[in-house]
């Protein structure tokens, strides 16, 4: 079954670039959302944004001006950049893939059914 | 509104059952899907559309949608299922995720 599996450095420094990469393994990258959430030390889950397996991408109004997705369909991987982050920059980030179901005539279901462990990112110097 | 809210706990007797709401203005247009967060975990998707589950959630969990409120039950709560629950849905632009602020449901 498709997994997903986030990589990248658990230590950024403020005012620096967070990078992290989601890779998709056991199935196909096309035809599907792929979004980045994060969860900061004991709170909720925020949505960071998507990226369509063709590079559209829609991003959390909050975090628009900070926030770069994209995707590379040949190496089944898509990646976040968050810049000029700062400490409340601090979460466990997730990948998932987000689905798109037509279940009947113009009645879309949306759903993440699959998600990475997470990756914890602290931002200190 | 682009925000869902749901209470922050939720308590239910084992083998009882429960109901957790998610409130959004967005859910007059979309469904809400649920996911279950156990203490260290990512995420996992419980309850999907209409009232849809993957394979492999036990039938005790179900969902359903009135008005501006999505619910997700469990009946006959079981001690597994202490978790935080989180309910997220389309905005209602169509363009944006939202999730609620989760429920921390604990079973008596």
């Known amino acids: 079954q498709v997994q997903l599996q986030e990589s990248g450095p658990g230590l950024v420094k403020p005012s620096e670039t967070l990078s992290l990469t989601c890779t998709v393994s056991g199935g196909s990258i096309s035809s599907y959302y792929w979004s980045w959430i994060r969860q900061p030390p004991g709170k909720g889950l925020e949505w960071i944004g998507y990226i369509y397996y063709s590079g559209s991408t829609n991003y959390n109004p909050s975090l628009k001006s900070r926030v770069t997705i994209s995707v590379d369909t040949s190496k089944t991987q898509f990646s976040l950049k968050l810049t000029s982050v700062t400490a409340a920059d601090t979460a466990v980030y997730y990948c998932?893939?987000?689905?798109?179901?037509?279940?009947?005539?113009?009645?879309?279901?949306?759903?993440?059914?699959?998600w990475g462990k997470g990756t914890t990112v602290t931002v200190s110097s | 509104s682009s925000e869902l809210t749901q209470d922050p706990a939720v308590s239910v007797a084992l083998g009882q059952t429960v109901r957790i709401t998610c409130q959004g203005d967005?859910?007059?247009?979309?469904?809400a899907s649920w996911y279950q967060q156990k203490t260290g975990q990512a995420p996992a998707l419980v309850i999907y559309?209409?009232?849809d589950r993957p394979s492999g959630i036990p039938d005790r969990f179900s969902g359903s949608t009135s008005g501006n409120t999505a619910s997700l039950t469990i009946t006959g709560a079981q001690a597994e299922d202490e978790a935080d629950y989180y309910c997220?849905?389309?905005?209602?632009?169509?363009?944006?995720?939202?999730f609620g602020g989760g429920t921390k449901l604990t079973v008596l």
């Open positions: 559309g209409k009232n």
């Open positions: 998932a893939r987000d689905a798109v179901e037509l279940a009947t005539v113009e009645e879309y279901y949306y759903y993440m059914d699959v």
């Open positions: 997220n849905s389309r905005d209602s632009s169509g363009n944006h995720v939202v």
């Open positions: 967005s859910l007059r247009s979309y469904y």
